[in-house]
């Protein structure tokens, strides 16, 4: 004779107390992103999923949160066609659905893409990769979806460039260099500062569709930092890669506000309560510490702020 299996995760928990976030973390699925005529982007993606909990209720039914990530994905391996972004709302929304005491579910997502490019100087085939970070939150309000990336690039610290550059200047007075070619020396020939590998990170969230070319913000944020650098390099790239850094020293904060001036410039079509998250990194060469800066501001408010920088 069979007998019901009782429902535990319904019954009342010992301290009731709600919870904003219960779920799962670590789940890797293939994604297939659409190109159109070309063959599809195949991604490794990692997801997090979460619900949250009330507080009459002892546990989250772990399953039917697999059933659900399990479903959509499968319907976006067939169909090709949705962006990451999409994948996430969709899951998000069907979590919604299916989870009657749930007000909120929420979906994380991350991958790396690797695409084709050519080296700067020596014009070689390589590769860059970049992190996509994509999520959705659904409420009973409406879906908000965040789309972005993040990439790794190269830095120079202007401080220590300048010291290197008054160096310099004293050296060539030294020698007997006149001040008008000293001036011109220092200009045509970036002098050296100390330099470190940059991680740069941008994102935008806004109700439904961010409509946010993801690769238009990789590209962003690789222009963000001093120079952009590549996974294989010739002498001449690397050549290349030095002196366009040294040419475009900048701080960690000066990385973040570039961020800021080329989203509100290429992405104008946003709606003013789309949030663009804008964060820099850099794994510094002379310090046992790092440094990093990051804002998270509406896009209203920075266009106003940059806008109102440039006049």
Known sequence: MSH???????????????????????????VK??????????????????????????GLDMSRNMEVIDEILEDITREEA???????????????????????????????????????????????TATIIASATATEEGTREEIGAEVTGMT???????????????????????EETTESFLEAVPQPGHSQRGHATLTVTADGDPDVDLRDVIDIARDAM????????????????????????????????????????????????????????????IHEHNAHAEREVTMERLRTEVNGAAE
């Open 4 to 30: 019901q299996l009782p429902d535990v995760q319904a019954s009342d928990p010992e301290v009731a107390v709600g919870l904003s976030q219960v779920g799962v973390t670590g789940v890797q699925k293939l």
């Open 33 to 58: 992103l659409s190109r159109g005529d070309d063959r599809p982007i195949v991604l490794m993606a990692e997801f997090e999923v979460f619900v949250d909990l009330p507080s009459c209720r002892k």
């Open 82 to 128: 949705y962006r990451v972004e999409d994948v996430c709302g969709d899951a998000a929304e069907r979590l919604l659905e299916k989870h009657e005491y749930t007000s909120r579910a929420e979906v994380e997502m991350t991958a790396e893409l690797i695409t084709r490019e050519r080296t700067p100087a020596s014009d070689r085939p390589t590769q860059n």
């Open 156 to 178: 120079v610290c202007p401080c220590s460039q300048g010291m290197s550059e008054s160096r310099a200047r004293e050296k060539l007075h030294d020698l007997g260099v006149d």
């Open 226 to 285: 001093s120079a952009r650098i590549y996974n294989m390099a010739k002498r001449p790239d690397e050549d290349h890669m030095t002196y366009h850094a040294h040419a475009n020293a900048k701080f960690v904060e000066d990385c973040v506000r570039s961020l800021a001036e080329r989203t509100v410039t290429e992405f104008d079509h946003l709606p003013d309560d789309a949030v663009v998250r804008m964060a820099q990194s850099n794994d510094e060469s």
